[in-house]
């Protein structure tokens, strides 16, 4: 075992975050997004081309894209679960998308409407056509350590899953810890069997902070070599399907710890903070990132 020198941070703050947060104006989604780009951060999921029914939250994407003024050297994202969303990421000139999937049936059917099996067979299709324009394909499976209708989903479910999503054509795998229940233990289990059937250089955790556990999570996960780690501004973050989840861990925390590891990520501190602070405001809430919050105290002291 032996921890990465440096770690692809994918900030999905601006999907995942705000996807279950109250409205907010196109003007501050791209003031979000070009904050974090002044932080660093080089790959931002920055919308999802979803049914607006579903999610009206993400129902300004298009438009967003359109009027994102966009830096060469930042990779922006999106989700894309069928081909008509992927159809829309063509023509916003978009060079990565995510489809998602899950590792639990019940999950499956309330979050994207069908079966595992019926996903992975509308995915396919949509990953075709991403390839055809040179896109780059990354495969959520959510519920990897539990979800909100079934209770426990095996390691091995799991897995399976992963090793579908590859064989598909998806360029790198993100588990989802959906409802954030996962624990050390549990994610020594998962790295051992997904491992088992995937590359960790395809590999990539996406762990929601619920019971307080995510950094605990993705500090095994390192030790494991997994170097692409999501994580959301400020900790915002949950899925409208998987009621009682708390948001994705917060990329200060992340950030902190892996500057103190000597790991590489591109991103400086004291802007990320920033941004967080901007976006609470907004939603008028405070971060969920501890580092966040110590940070401000600091300098409210110092002023
Ligand atoms: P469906 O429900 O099977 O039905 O859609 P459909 O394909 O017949 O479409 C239903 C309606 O959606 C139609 O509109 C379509 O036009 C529209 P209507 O006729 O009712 O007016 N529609 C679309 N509109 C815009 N863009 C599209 C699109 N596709 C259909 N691409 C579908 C299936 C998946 C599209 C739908 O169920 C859906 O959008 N679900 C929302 C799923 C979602 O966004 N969940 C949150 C993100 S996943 C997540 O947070 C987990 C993750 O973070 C990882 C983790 O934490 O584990 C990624
Ligand atoms: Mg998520």
């Not at 830096?71 to 990421?89: H, I």
């Not at 998602?100 to 396919?124: H, M, T, V, Y």
């Not at 491992?195 to 993705?218: C, E, M, S, W, Y």
């Not at 103190?260 to 602070?277: F, N, P, R, S």
Request: hydrophobic letters at 40%.
């Amino acid at each position: 075992m032996s921890l990465p020198t440096a770690v692809r941070i994918i900030e999905v703050g601006p999907r995942d975050g705000l996807q279950n947060a109250p409205p907010v104006s196109i003007e501050t989604k791209l003031k979000l997004i070009h904050l974090l780009e002044e932080a660093g951060l080089k790959t931002i999921e920055a919308g999802a081309f979803v049914s607006p029914k579903r999610v009206p939250q993400m129902a300004d994407s298009i438009v967003l894209f359109q009027q994102l003024e966009r830096k060469m050297d930042v990779c922006y994202t999106a989700l894309t679960p069928n081909l008509q969303g992927v159809e829309d990421a063509i023509q916003a000139g978009l060079t990565e998308v995510a489809v998602f999937g899950a590792a639990s049936e019940s999950f499956s059917q309330k979050n994207i409407n069908c079966s595992i099996a019926q996903s992975l067979e509308r995915f396919a299709p949509v990953v075709e056509k991403a390839k055809k324009h040179e896109i780059r394909v990354r495969g959520y499976v959510s519920c990897v350590m539990g979800c909100p209708y079934q209770g426990e989903i095996l390691p091995e479910e799991v897995s399976h899953v992963c090793e579908q999503m590859l064989l598909i054509g998806c360029d790198e795998i993100s588990l989802g810890d959906t409802i954030g229940t996962g624990t050390p233990g549990r994610t020594h289990q998962l790295m051992d069997a997904v491992l088992n059937k995937i590359p960790v250089d395809r590999l990539g955790v996406h762990f929601h902070d619920t019971f307080g556990q995510a950094l605990a999570n993705i500090y095994v996960a390192l030790q494991y070599g997994v170097s692409t780690i999501d994580s959301a501004v400020s900790g915002l973050g949950g899925c409208p399907y998987a009621p009682g989840a708390a948001g994705n861990v917060a990329t200060e925390d992340v950030i902190y710890m892996l500057q103190d590891m000597g790991i590489e990520t591109g991103v400086h501190l004291g802007k990320l903070a920033k941004a967080g602070w901007f976006i609470s405001d907004v939603l008028n809430t405070q971060p969920t990132s501890k580092v966040s919050n110590a940070m401000r105290a600091k300098l409210e002291k110092q002023e």
